[in-house]
C-alpha cells in the first residue's frame, strides 16, 4: 500500500472506532487545513455522510475568508455543525493582548462549555506529532478529567489500536487521528483528493500563511507558493517550522505544555 | 513520495543515552528546523550548546530531570525512505510508556552504555521486544568517548549481549558517542579500527514491515449501518488476507454465513477486491447484521473460536496478576470478560513465582465468558494480539500461543 493510502486507512480506522467505542463524539472543525482533512476523512470513513456534530469553537477573531469557508462546506456536506462561543468572555472584552489567557478563555473555556451543553463523551480533533514536542507525546485516545485536566507525567498504556475508556462520566476522551501526518502529508493528501482549503494557504503579494489560528496571533510568511504543488515543492527547500508564526507558542518554551496541560487543544 | 515509513523504538537501560542519540541523529541528518534549533538552544541553559536530548524530551519535567518521561516519535527521511523514530522511558517506573511506544515499532535500537554494559532495564527492554514480535536491532554502543574509545569495550559488549538477542536480527552494533556525534552520522575519526556502518547507514539494512496480504482473511468489524436500499453495509479494517466481491465468509466466533456482494472503499475506487491493510466497507448478502466485534473470515479458512487460550503476557499493573483474576479481554474487536485459569511466571524473573507482578512476563491460560475468534500469534499476528483491561484501564498485553477448546465449550 502507498504510503498516504495507510495513513488515511489507519486514519478512518480511528476515527470509526472513536464513533463505536465512545458513543456521542463531536469532531473539531478550526478550517484550517489538518481539521478540513479530518473532516473529509470523516466523511470517506462513514461513506459521504458525517454522522456527528461538527463543532467550531469560535474566538471571534478569526479570517473573514474562514468564516466564509465554513459556512460553504457546512452547506455542501451537509454538516451538522454547531459554533460555540464564550460569549461572556468575548463581551467582557477579552482579547490577544494577554495570550495565555485569551487562547484559555476563548478557545479552553469555549470548549469546556460546548462538552458540557452537549454532553460529547469523545473529540476528534487533528494535532500531528511533527507540530510541537509536546503534542508528540500525545496518545490516539488521550483521556481527559471532568476540568478537561491532561495527565502527561501519568498516561495510560496503549497498544495494538488498544486503549483504555474512562469509567467517570464527566471525562472527555480526545481522539487523534492525523497523530502519524506530517505537514508535507496533509498537502500530499490535499492534492492526491483534490481537497478545499482556505485560500489564505496561497501567497498574496509575496506571503502566506502556513498555520492558520485567529487573525491577530499568525504571522504570514514569504513565499510565492500560489498552488498546492508550489506549497509542497516549499516545503521540500525550506528549514523552518510549521508553527513558526503561531505566537501562543511562542510565550515561553513550555507555553504548549502549559495551554495542552489546561486543556488546550 | 518515499514509500513506507519504518518504525524504530529506540529502547535500552535508564541513562544510557536512548533520547541523546535520537537528537544526535535529527540534528546531524538534518531534520530538526532552525527555530526548533534556536529554541532547543535557548532551552539547553547558559552555555547555549544544545542538547541533543531535548529533541524528543520536551516537558519541562523531563529536561529538569533528564529523564523521559513518556514516549515521543520524530521522523527522518533518509535511504528514499521515512523513519518513524520512536523515543521510550528507559526508567523502570515508565514501563508503560515504553511499551506504548515499541509496540508500534517494526525494529529496535538498542542503546547500550559501553561501559556499563547490559544493565536490567536492557534486558527487560528485548524480552518486551520479543513478546511484542520486534526481531530486527541494531545495538548503538553508546558513550564511546568516556571508554577511551578502545576496540575492547565494543568487543566485551558485543559478548556480553550476544546471549540476549539470541534468535533475532542483529543488523549492527555501532560504536557511538551521541553527545560528540561520533558515527551517529558523522564517521568518528577516534576510531579508526572500526570499519563498519554509522548507526545511520546501518538503518537501511532495516527491513520493511512482512506483508499480512498472503495470510488467510481476517477483517474485525467496527460498525454496519443498513443502506438507503435495505442492504447491510459492514465496515472495518482488512487485517490480513484478500477480500473479494462474490467471496463465501463467515463471521466469526457466530458462525453465520453469508457472501460478499460488493466492496465500498473508502476512498472512493471501484476496484472489486481489498487486501490487508485497507479500511473499507462491504456490503454483504441475505440482510445479515452480524453482532458487534465479530470477525469476517472466509468460509474455507476461518478463525479458531474458542473460550479456552494460552498466551504469553506481559503485566503493567500495580495490583498483581493470579489465578482467578477477572479481566476484560480485547482481541480486534471483540471485548469479552475473562477469568484467569494458570499463571506460570517466568522463571528468569523476580516474583513469588505464583502471580505476575507489575512489569513481569509469563505464560498465562485464562477463560472466557464468551467464545473469542482468534489467531496464533505466530499466525496472524493481528489476530493473536490480546489486550487486557480493568475499570477501563489496559492492565496487560499478552500474545496468543495456543487456542483451547472448540466453539461452545
Known amino acids: ?265 | 513520495m518515499a514509500g513506507d515509513i519504518l518504525r524504530l523504538a529506540v529502547v535500552g537501560h535508564v541513562d544510557h543515552g536512548k533520547s541523546s542519540v535520537i537528537g544526535r541523529l535529527l540534528i546531524d541528518a538534518g531534520a530538526v528546523s532552525t527555530d526548533r534549533m534556536s529554541e532547543l538552544s535557548a532551552a539547553s541553559g547558559a552555555s547555549r550548546a544544545v542538547d541533543p536530548a531535548y529533541v524528543t524530551d520536551s516537558l519541562e519535567e523531563e529536561r529538569a530531570r533528564s529523564v523521559t518521561i513518556d514516549t515521543s516519535e520524530a521522523r527522518l527521511a533518509a535511504h528514499g525512505r521515512e523513519y518513524a523514530i520512536i523515543d521510550t522511558p528507559g526508567h523502570r517506573q515508565f514501563l508503560k510508556n515504553m511499551v506504548t511506544g515499541a509496540s508500534r515499532a517494526d525494529a529496535a535500537v538498542l542503546v547500550v552504555d559501553a561501559n556499563l554494559g547490559v544493565r536490567e532495564q536492557t534486558r527487560r527492554h528485548v524480552h518486551v521486544l520479543r513478546m511484542l514480535g520486534v526481531r530486527q536491532v541494531v545495538v548503538a554502543a553508546n558513550k564511546m568517548d568516556l571508554a577511551a574509545f578502545a576496540s575492547a569495550s565494543l568487543a566485551s559488549l558485543r559478548d556480553q549481549i550476544a546471549p540476549l538477542l539470541e534468535g533475532m536480527t542483529v543488523v549492527g552494533t555501532v560504536p557511538v558517542s551521541a553527545r560528540r556525534g561520533d558515527n551517529i552520522v558523522r564517521r568518528s575519526t577516534d576510531m579508526p579500527w572500526y570499519e563498519g556502518d554509522t548507526l545511520l547507514d546501518a538503518l537501511s539494512h532495516l527491513a520493511p514491515a512482512e506483508p499480512t496480504a498472503d495470510r488467510p482473511l481476517r477483517m474485525p468489524v467496527q460498525g454496519a449501518r443498513p443502506k438507503a436500499d435495505g442492504a447491510i453495509l459492514v465496515y472495518g479494517r482488512v487485517e490480513s488476507g484478500r477480500v473479494a466481491t462474490g467471496d463465501e465468509i463467515v463471521f466469526c466466533p457466530s458462525g453465520i454465513g453469508t457472501t460478499v456482494v460488493s466492496i465500498a472503499h473508502a476512498n472512493g475506487n471501484g476496484r472489486d477486491t481489498a487486501s490487508a491493510g485497507m479500511s473499507i466497507g462491504i456490503v454483504v448478502g441475505d440482510h445479515v447484521l452480524p453482532p458487534p466485534g465479530e470477525v469476517i473470515c472466509h468460509r474455507t479458512a476461518p478463525a479458531a473460536t474458542a473460550r479456552r487460550l494460552s498466551a504469553t503476557v506481559f503485566w503493567l499493573d500495580g495490583t498483581p496478576l493470579c489465578a482467578g483474576t477477572n479481566l476484560t479481554a480485547r482481541c480486534a474487536s471483540q471485548v469479552v470478560e475473562c477469568v484467569v485459569e494458570r499463571v506460570r511466571p517466568d522463571p528468569a524473573e523476580a516474583g513469588d513465582g505464583t502471580c505476575l507482578v507489575d512489569g513481569q512476563m509469563g505464560a498465562v491460560d485464562i477463560r472466557t465468558s464468551w467464545p473469542l475468534a482468534a489467531d496464533r500469534f505466530e499466525r496472524i499476528p493481528q489476530l493473536g494480539r490480546l489486550a487486557f483491561s480493568q475499570d477501563g484501564r489496559l492492565v496487560g498485553a499478552g500474545v496468543i500461543a495456543s487456542i483451547g477448546e472448540g466453539r461452545g465449550s
Open chain 1, 1 to 265: 500500500m502507498e504510503r498516504i493510502e495507510q495513513l488515511e486507512s489507519n486514519s478512518i480506522y480511528l476515527i470509526r472506532e472513536a464513533a463505536s467505542s465512545l458513543g456521542d463524539i463531536a469532531l473539531l472543525w478550526s478550517m484550517g487545513k489538518d481539521s478540513t482533512a479530518l473532516l473529509w476523512l470523516a466523511r470517506k470513513a462513514f461513506f459521504g455522510e458525517v454522522p456527528f456534530p461538527v463543532l467550531h469553537i469560535d474566538t471571534g477573531y478569526k479570517f473573514p475568508e474562514m468564516y466564509r469557508f465554513r459556512d460553504d462546506l457546512a452547506k455542501e456536506w451537509n454538516l451538522d455543525l454547531r459554533v460555540a462561543r464564550n460569549e461572556e468572555a468575548i463581551a467582557a472584552g477579552m482579547g490577544p493582548a494577554e495570550r495565555i489567557a485569551c487562547c484559555t478563555a476563548l478557545k479552553t473555556d469555549a470548549l469546556k462549555q460546548a462538552v458540557a451543553e452537549h454532553g460529547f463523551r469523545g473529540l476528534l480533533l487533528a494535532i500531528r506529532r511533527d507540530e510541537h514536542g509536546v503534542r508528540a507525546k500525545e496518545r490516539y485516545f488521550s483521556p481527559r478529567d471532568r476540568d478537561f485536566r491532561w495527565d502527561y507525567e501519568d498516561q495510560p498504556l496503549e497498544l495494538w489500536d488498544h486503549h483504555g475508556s474512562p469509567t467517570d462520566p464527566d471525562s472527555h476522551v480526545r481522539v487523534h487521528p492525523l497523530l502519524d501526518w506530517t505537514e508535507k502529508d496533509v498537502w500530499n493528501y490535499v492534492r492526491r483528493e483534490d481537497m478545499p482549503v482556505v485560500d489564505l494557504y496561497f501567497a498574496r503579494g509575496g506571503q502566506r500563511y502556513r498555520s492558520i489560528g485567529c487573525l491577530t496571533c499568525c504571522d504570514p510568511v514569504d513565499s510565492d507558493a500560489q498552488t498546492v504543488d508550489d506549497i509542497i515543492a516549499e516545503l521540500k527547500s525550506t528549514s523552518t517550522g510549521e508553527r513558526a508564526g503561531r505566537a501562543q507558542d511562542k510565550e515561553s518554551a513550555t507555553a504548549m505544555q502549559k495551554l495542552r496541560a489546561l486543556g488546550y487543544m
